[in-house]
């Protein structure tokens, strides 16, 4: 608990999407104002669903899932990056996300989804960038490095994007996950460089 007080955005973006899950969770009109849905973007220039999406989640196992990797990964990288930092890197991969779906869907008129899955895919990601040889465990049972998690994500999440009729926003996973990327390395630069040489010492 110390830990999550020493990171105020961390604990602030978790009180959001709680907070905004859970009056969803009872209110369904406020759940179709504001979840991620092709036509009124389209129509009524709905930009706000977006951002306001990302807040919603269709279940309580939902809503736990994301928190708990934003809880996991979002600490290490709020102090890694600064408040601020992390701030741009949480939003620019949900953002990204939303962004990749809409492309992908924006002809689907009836396409909805909601879930902070695009902001967490980026949060993880950065973290696989920064910390590549730290060790993750694949359904908290299958011991893998971050950088080998972490491309395996992005590819398995592009194959399953191409599928028709699931029930999970892959592209959402993968939009996310490429924006959290370019945004880390724009916020440290330096880090493409620290990831070749962990990289080179590794295999030599």
Avoid at 153 to 162: A, D, H, P
Wanted: some cysteine; overall charge neutral.
């Amino acid at each position: 608990m110390e830990g999550l007080l020493a990171s105020p955005v961390t604990l602030g973006l978790l009180a959001a999407n709680i907070i905004a899950s859970v009056l969803a969770f009872s209110n369904r009109d406020f759940y179709e104002q504001n979840l991620f849905w092709i036509e009124p973007i389209n129509k009524g220039g709905q930009v706000h669903r977006f951002v306001t999406s990302a807040f919603l989640h269709v279940s309580p196992t939902h809503l736990l899932i994301n928190m708990y990797v934003l809880w996991m990964f979002g600490m290490i990288l709020e102090r890694v990056l600064g408040a601020g930092g992390f701030l741009l890197l949480y939003f620019g991969a949900l953002l990204g996300g939303n962004l990749w779906e809409y492309v992908d869907k924006r002809n689907t008129p009836d396409y909805r989804a909601v879930g902070a899955s695009g902001a967490t895919s980026g949060i993880v990601m950065a973290f696989c960038l920064f910390f590549p040889f730290h060790m993750l465990y694949l359904l908290f049972a299958i011991p893998m490095w971050a950088i080998v998690f972490g491309i395996g994500y992005i590819v398995i999440s592009y194959i399953l994007s191409q599928r028709d009729g699931t029930m999970i926003a892959h592209g959402a996973h993968l939009g996310g996950a490429l924006a959290g990327l370019v945004v880390a390395l724009v916020l440290k630069p330096e880090a493409w460089g620290n990831l070749v040489a962990e990289v080179t010492n590794k295999i030599g």
